[in-house]
């Protein structure tokens, strides 16, 4: 197997344009190195999520299984575990020196990882037909979960990958085929397109991984060039200006693929779940709602640790107007705040402040973000004071607040407090990553970063940074508030969509919340439709728009070529799969709100009914 991995190298390297000999080597073994690297830095993480799984699975069958299956199970895993921690072990304690050693701990290592996934596929055959419906979603939900959390550990060697997938899921699905009848056989069919997207997931990953590889290299080549040939120094040091754009771009493609097809699934399944009334059907429904949010955020969350751990975010301190990004937080948590029936308020947008205002804002997201999560009842407020020479950035919650023991802990990665479980399904879909984010982020700008919490009343975050030059403060383009609740009988809303699967889920979904549709692929066809229109026809009454449309154009684009037609109040939404290239200062200029894919169905309701204002009948 380590073998293979070499193997995929070279053909990627082949694919490259025509190189010297010892370079297209070099980069072949760098590539191998890269992905042997990807892949041990994982072991920790991947260690504690297969431990965690199996007790999982212990825990859930502990009065459903036979006690012979679920001991032989466990006993089998729990040695093939510590072989794994072992192994483990020995690779972070001494890396390997040289090309064979790295050949042996790769095979080793590979038939590790196959032999847990043999077990996890063994464990679905044996547990499932034991289980209530409950039980058979919670092993599904666990055996899926390993699908998708070994893409950015196993993708980069695709072979693997899909040996590991269908180790792990096509017993899964053979075994639920099999024991449920017709709805056995519906339910089969619709995991195996999971798996196949999923699947997808890692051709995507894997070639973006293999590109980012290749320019790093050459990058350090160029790094070299640069100390060996003082006479070309500035065109080196274009180029690998050059290279570090290339690999953002990259890291940005990637993020979109991944997303396009995790929204697209969101649509359909909401879809599905409003056309059927079987209780099982919802039920798996609302469980892969539940997984394609969690998706989202794990994402997004492990892009932002990979961003910073590997020195990707550059502090840029500069003066700036903290009303400025009060309003960007405004506009982008208003919608999910007002969902839920809290009072998002601010104070203190006068002050201005000097640090990155990118990385405060950033920072400012993720505090909002879990202040709203945890709140069920009462407000959230965000403040700006100043303290002599300081400004004081602050989150205010009426949550449940954290213990005194916590609090430390809290900002650790993937953690996950004792009392989270007992709260509401929704609270849950954190990852343990946003406080970590925020600590690592506040650490790279050297700025102190302070909890104070008192357990049932609430807490408050607070971010000190140098006061800053006074900077014009732009005009607000606050949105009004909004009634609560949402319907769209008698509404019209166009969408424009190059994307033809999540066009279609998107036009399922809307229609299936009474709302008349007219969905189009391009800008030009839109327009022939608005031109063909009766005149005296009332206009569309929300548009909802793709950032990337085909022949290079963009939402905001449409956005403008229709408000030309219909009028500039038409309200709008702009959907984007891209979290590396920030649109907010684009939405507030054009007066239109951002959703980042995958859109779970509840979070657009509650945007749509946000921007038109609407009460259920």
């Known amino acids: 197997?380590?073998?293979?991995?070499?193997?995929?190298?070279?053909?990627?390297?082949?694919?490259?344009?025509?190189?010297?000999?010892?370079?297209?080597?070099?980069?072949?073994?760098?590539?191998?190195?890269?992905?042997?690297?990807?892949?041990?830095?994982?072991?920790?993480?991947?260690?504690?999520?297969?431990?965690?799984?199996?007790?999982?699975?212990?825990?859930?069958?502990?009065?459903?299984?036979?006690?012979?299956?679920?001991?032989?199970?466990?006993?089998?895993?729990?040695?093939?575990?510590?072989?794994?921690?072992?192994?483990?072990?020995?690779?972070?304690?001494?890396?390997?020196?040289?090309?064979?050693?790295?050949?042996?701990?790769?095979?080793?290592?590979?038939?590790?990882?196959?032999?847990?996934?043999?077990?996890?596929g063994a464990a679905g055959w044996s547990f499932y037909p034991h289980g209530s419906a409950l039980q058979q979603i919670a092993l599904i939900l666990v055996a899926y979960t390993f699908c998708v959390a070994c893409v950015p550990i196993l993708a980069?060697?695709?072979?693997?990958?899909?040996?590991?997938?269908?180790?792990?899921?096509?017993?899964?699905?053979?075994?639920?085929?099999?024991?449920?009848?017709?709805?056995?056989?519906?339910?089969?069919?619709?995991?195996?397109?999971?798996?196949?997207?999923?699947?997808?997931l890692g051709r995507n990953y894997r070639n973006a991984f293999d590109r980012v590889s290749l320019l790093q290299r050459r990058t350090e080549a160029l790094m070299v060039q640069l100390r060996a040939e003082k006479a070309d120094a500035d065109d080196a040091r274009r180029e690998a200006e050059v290279a570090n754009r290339a690999k953002t771009q990259f890291f940005a493609a990637a993020s979109h693929d991944l997303r396009q097809p995790l929204h697209a699934m969101s649509l359909f399944a909401e879809a599905l779940r409003q056309r059927s009334h079987d209780a099982e059907v919802i039920q798996l429904v609302n469980s892969i709602n539940a997984s394609v949010d969690a998706l989202e955020g794990l994402f997004s969350e492990l892009?932002?640790?990979?961003?910073?751990?590997?020195g990707g975010v550059e502090v840029r301190p500069a003066h700036f107007h903290v009303g400025a990004i009060f309003r960007k937080l405004r506009l982008h948590f208003e919608p999910t705040a007002f969902e839920k029936g809290l009072a998002l308020r601010f104070r203190g947008e006068r002050h201005h402040g000097f640090a990155d205002p990118l990385l405060v804002e950033r920072i400012l997201r993720n505090l909002v973000s879990n202040a709203i999560r945890y709140t069920e009842d009462g407000s959230v407020l965000v403040a700006c004071r100043r303290r002599a020479?300081?400004?004081?950035?602050?989150?205010?919650?009426?949550?449940?607040?954290?213990?005194?023991?916590?609090?430390?802990?809290?900002?650790?990665?993937?953690?996950?407090?004792?009392?989270?479980?007992?709260?509401?399904p929704d609270q849950k879909k954190g990852l343990g990553l946003g406080l970590a984010i925020v600590r690592r982020l506040a650490g790279l700008m050297g700025e102190p970063l302070t909890l104070q919490s008192t357990v049932g009343r609430g807490s408050v975050f607070t971010l000190e940074v140098p006061v800053g030059a006074a900077m014009p403060a732009p005009a607000p383009n606050v949105p009004a508030k909004a009634p609560a609740g949402l319907t769209l009988a008698g509404r019209l809303?166009?969408?424009?969509?190059?994307?033809?699967?999540?066009?279609?889920?998107?036009?399922?979904?809307?229609?299936?919340?009474?709302?008349?549709?007219?969905?189009?692929?391009?800008?030009?066809?839109?327009?022939?439709?608005?031109?063909?229109r009766d005149p005296r026809a009332a206009g569309p009454d929300l548009l909802i728009v793709d950032y990337r449309l085909e022949g290079g154009h963009t939402g905001t684009e449409a956005i403008a070529t229709l408000r030309q037609v219909f009028g500039r109040a038409l309200p709008a939404i702009m959907v984007t799969g891209s979290t590396m290239t920030s649109h907010d200062a684009e939405a507030e200029r054009n007066d239109f709100h951002l959703l980042i894919k995958p859109v779970a169905p509840n979070k657009l309701r509650a945007m749509i009914g946000f921007k038109l204002g609407l009460r259920k009948p």
């Open 389 to 424: 020479d300081r400004l004081h950035l602050q989150v205010w919650d009426t949550g449940p607040g954290i213990a005194a023991a916590d609090r430390e802990r809290i900002f650790e990665e993937f953690c996950q407090l004792p009392g989270d479980a007992a709260r509401a």
């Open 156 to 200: 980069p060697q695709f072979g693997l990958y899909l040996t590991f997938v269908a180790l792990v899921y096509l017993p899964v699905i053979a075994r639920v085929g099999l024991n449920n009848g017709s709805l056995g056989i519906q339910t089969a069919i619709v995991m195996a397109v999971a798996m196949a997207m999923t699947i997808v």
């Open 303 to 310: 892009l932002d640790i990979t961003r910073i751990d590997t």
């Open 1 to 120: 197997m380590p073998g293979a991995v070499a193997d995929d190298a070279s053909a990627t390297a082949r694919a490259e344009p025509p190189a010297a000999g010892p370079t297209a080597a070099a980069d072949t073994g760098a590539l191998l190195r890269d992905r042997a690297a990807a892949m041990f830095s994982y072991n920790p993480t991947s260690l504690a999520g297969h431990a965690l799984g199996a007790v999982v699975v212990e825990l859930v069958f502990a009065g459903a299984a036979p006690v012979e299956l679920r001991l032989g199970w466990g006993t089998a895993f729990a040695l093939l575990w510590l072989a794994r921690v072992a192994l483990a072990w020995r690779i972070a304690r001494q890396p390997a020196a040289d090309a064979a050693t790295l050949h042996s701990r790769l095979r080793w290592w590979i038939v590790s990882m196959l032999a847990m996934a043999a077990l996890w």
């Open 493 to 532: 809303i166009v969408i424009i969509e190059d994307e033809p699967a999540v066009r279609a889920g998107l036009e399922v979904l809307l229609e299936g919340w009474g709302a008349a549709v007219a969905g189009f692929d391009t800008i030009a066809a839109a327009m022939q439709w608005a031109a063909a």
